[in-house]
């Protein structure tokens, strides 16, 4: 599979006209730069087992600590670090009088904000665009806590994705805010990051050696 997400039309359009276009365009050829030597790390980590063990047991205390009601996960590609078991764990270990939930985003069209359906363990599957598989006619769910995969980081939150911007759009679209907690490697983080006006910081990013959390008083 050669890519999550397709890029943003609108976001190639601004890059292509109006004042700053230059810029604009140097600033997408950077992050395209970057973008590609990331993943060409990422799909060539050493001791991978041991990093995802390491990354599980941080996210599932991560995920203690913040309590969410409804987790929004991701489907694993291009060698992401496999959110499922973790997910199912936390699922399993919900109490009769607290129930938990579990969704997956599925994309309905290039340039809206993603929807998320419900997932299980037990969920059957179909292919969605892009060819990532999606839950077959579940309802759809409103989660309070998203796991959000990260090509690229840094400490203070920002995000490197995949250049589509659908997981900026469904978060200025969510209402109220949930929280957000990146998931990476420790050799995906960056020093910095050329925010643009739309880019939204994380609230915490957990890899396999460390938690960030966003500074106070800095907001998204």
Known sequence: ?????????????????????????????????????????????????????????????????????????????????????????????????????????????????????????????MEGRYRIPVPRDTEVLVPDLLLVPCVGFTRDGLRLGYGGGFYDRTLHAMKPAPQTLGVAYDLLEVQDLNAEAHDLALDVIVTESATYARPPGNSR
């Open 1 to 125: 599979m050669n890519s999550s997400i397709a890029r943003d039309p609108a976001q190639s359009a601004a890059q292509t006209s109006g004042n700053g276009a230059d810029a604009t365009s140097e600033n997408a050829r950077a992050k395209a730069l970057l973008r590609r030597a990331l993943l060409d790390a990422r799909s060539t980590l050493d001791a991978r087992a041991g990093r995802d063990a390491a990354l599980a047991t941080r996210l599932a205390e991560e995920l203690s600590h913040c309590a969410p009601r409804c987790i929004g996960f991701y489907w694993p590609i291009q060698d992401e670090f496999d959110a499922r078991d973790v997910v199912a764990a936390w699922l399993a270990a919900a109490s009769p009088d607290t129930p938990r939930f579990a969704a997956l985003p599925v994309v309905t069209a290039p340039a809206s904000p993603l929807v998320f359906h419900r997932w299980t363990p037990d969920t059957p599957m």
